[in-house]
């Protein structure tokens, strides 16, 4: 998204990684433009599914994290996972993909060197070939975190993040309220409150790995 699109179109954000950090808002309490919403706090959260990752497998020794450098929240993700990883006392290895062209040569150079599981955010290039990466990951028996729940949908292992069926109720009423008046700069962007913990059991089968009654006691769903 672009501030440029029309300095006094009202821009409602349904889903925005870091509007601050991105310069899309001044501050999430006081926006100061044309562009207010949500925010489903995608680099905060990166952490959290580091961690929810190796509660999971607590075999894991080194993790790779598919990120893309040219996405300035990704930047900011990178950060908040080199600080997970360094806590948890797990290896980080970097895989960077900017489009689908480098996103083929990055899997495949994760092969001879295979991390003990894989790491993805929501960035828009790698969701746009989810189906390559959560494929890429069965193959290599690769047990994956992932931001979204469609991944999982897809057999994906794990997601964690901002229901986007919940974000996208409140940003309706965004819209409401600006339509009725309200101007952008005056409504506060308003962080998630609502998060989900999706686990796919097929797809731990078919990895061998047995998910800890601790992780699966606070899934928000089960998928058989």
Same mark, same amino acid.
């Given at each position: 998204?672009?501030?440029?699109?029309?300095?006094? %179109?009202?821009?409602?954000?349904? $889903?925005?990684?870091?509007?601050? /950090?991105?310069? !899309?808002?001044? *501050? =999430? +309490?006081?926006?100061?433009?044309?562009?207010?919403?949500?925010?489903?706090?995608?680099?905060?959260?990166?952490?959290?599914?580091?961690?929810?990752?190796?509660?999971?497998?607590?075999?894991?020794?080194?993790?790779?994290?598919?990120?893309?450098?040219?996405?300035?929240?990704?930047?900011?993700?990178?950060?908040?996972?080199?600080?997970?990883?360094?806590? %948890?006392?797990?290896?980080?290895? $970097?895989?960077?993909?900017?489009? /689908?062209?480098? !996103?083929?040569? *990055? =899997? +495949?150079?994760?092969?001879?060197?295979?991390?003990?599981?894989?790491?993805?955010?929501?960035?828009?290039?790698?969701?746009?070939?989810?189906?390559?990466?959560?494929?890429?990951?069965?193959?290599?028996?690769?047990?994956?975190?992932?931001?979204?729940?469609?991944?999982?949908?897809?057999?994906?292992?794990?997601?964690?993040?901002?229901?986007?069926?919940? %974000?996208?109720?409140?940003?309706?009423?965004?819209?409401?309220?600006?339509?009725?008046?309200?101007?952008?700069?005056?409504?506060?962007?308003?962080?998630?409150?609502?998060?989900?913990?999706?686990?796919?059991?097929?797809?731990?089968?078919?990895?061998?790995?047995?998910?800890?009654?601790?992780?699966?006691?606070?899934?928000?769903?089960?998928?058989?």
């Amino acid at each position: 998204m672009s501030k440029e699109i029309g300095s006094d %179109l009202p821009i409602v954000m349904a $889903s925005a990684g870091d509007p601050v /950090r991105s310069g !899309l808002v001044s *501050s =999430l +309490a006081h926006p100061g433009g044309n562009v207010t919403g949500l925010t489903v706090l995608g680099p905060d959260l990166a952490a959290k599914r580091l961690e929810l990752l190796k509660e999971a497998v607590p075999t894991m020794t080194g993790v790779a994290f598919l990120w893309n450098p040219a996405n300035l929240d990704q930047k900011s993700s990178f950060n908040e996972v080199q600080a997970g990883a360094r806590a %948890l006392g797990v290896t980080l290895h $970097s895989v960077e993909a900017r489009s /689908r062209e480098e !996103l083929e040569r *990055s =899997l +495949a150079a994760m092969k001879p060197n295979r991390p003990s599981a894989l790491l993805m955010t929501a960035d828009a290039v790698h969701q746009r070939y989810i189906g390559r990466t959560v494929a890429f990951a069965l193959e290599n028996r690769l047990p994956a975190m992932y931001q979204l729940k469609e991944a999982v949908d897809r057999g994906g292992l794990m997601s964690y993040g901002a229901s986007l069926t919940d %974000l996208g109720r409140r940003a309706a009423t965004y819209i409401d309220k600006i339509l009725k008046g309200a101007k952008p700069a005056d409504l506060p962007v308003e962080q998630p409150t609502k998060f989900e913990l999706v686990i796919n059991m097929k797809t731990a089968k078919a990895l061998g790995l047995e998910i800890p009654q601790s992780i699966l006691v606070r899934a928000d769903e089960i998928i058989q």
